[in-house]
């Protein structure tokens, strides 16, 4: 019966974690069974059961399967030509860049990047709109002021999608989303849910082309080659409406 028990996660039980340890055990057996045992016999007990000391691979959470499939406004509204879709995200790109698999002679066994002990980052919010690819992207006031004229020319509604993070809601921008409340709504995702915002596929692209296998000694470099990607991209649409295509 325990040994059963134990191929299901804690959380069926009531219990706090995903996998099983000494304390979970130790807790199940007092709830279920009145059974104390301290938490070096239940280790033992694991042992005799078969289970083995194992580190987890951690994994991103996602949303509901099912809640993320019934969502099909945002495909209705990418066909409305009424209606100007832009995605909208926040991206913040480290001075120590990052690493990625890269070509090495046989010769050289331990590959080195330098890597510049620092955590500072620069940040950045950015939008593209789906129909035509068009590119934003600037530090946080002059952006929601440079978005304010993206679609004066149109005279088309906009809808923004962004993630439900809690700076989406802040007060501070809260005068200018009132202003805004005729010409500007908001799509907020369910939440584990990246894959349903376009503009993350612009973020990896970007980290790819910019800051993999890069050394930064300053932080202004990495904001000038950010700066200067964004440009590029801004006066290359085409790649970027194809890249946010919705399947």
């Known amino acids: 019966m325990v040994s059963a028990a134990l191929r299901l996660p804690p ?33 033992r007990l694991l042992r005799q059961f078969g289970f083995r000391l194992r580190k987890p691979r951690p994994l991103i959470a996602h949303a509901d399967r099912v809640e993320q ?19 909208l ?25 330098l890597h510049h002990p620092t955590r500072r980052s620069v940040g950045y919010f950015g939008a593209v709109r789906l129909r035509d690819g068009r590119f934003l992207c600037r ?24 993630d439900n993070a809690s700076y989406h809601h802040a007060r501070m921008h809260k005068p200018w989303r009132g202003t805004q409340a005729k010409r500007v709504s908001f ?15 612009v973020w990896k692209f970007t980290r790819r082309r910019c800051v993999h ?9 990495v904001i000038e080659t950010m700066e200067r990607e964004f440009a590029a991209r801004a006066r290359h649409s085409e790649s970027l409406r194809r890249l946010c295509a919705f399947m």
């Open 11 to 43: 959380r069926q039980f009531g219990l706090e974690g995903h996998l099983w340890d000494g304390k979970l055990l130790a807790a199940h057996l007092a709830q279920a069974f009145g059974v104390t045992l301290g938490v070096r016999q239940c280790q």
């Open 69 to 87: 499939a019934a969502v099909k406004k945002l495909r209705r509204l990418a066909g409305d030509k009424s209606v100007d879709l832009w995605s």
């Open 89 to 113: 995200d926040e991206v913040h790109f480290q001075q120590y860049g990052s690493r990625c698999r890269m070509w090495a002679p046989p010769e050289n066994r331990d590959p080195v990047l």
């Open 139 to 162: 530090r946080f006031l002059d952006f929601l002021r440079q978005f304010s004229w993206a679609n004066r020319a149109t005279r088309r509604r906009m809808v923004l999608i962004l």
């Open 187 to 201: 799509e907020f995702l369910l939440a584990y849910s990246p894959e349903l915002n376009p503009i993350e596929r």
């Open 213 to 221: 296998n890069r050394y930064f000694p300053q932080l202004e470099r």
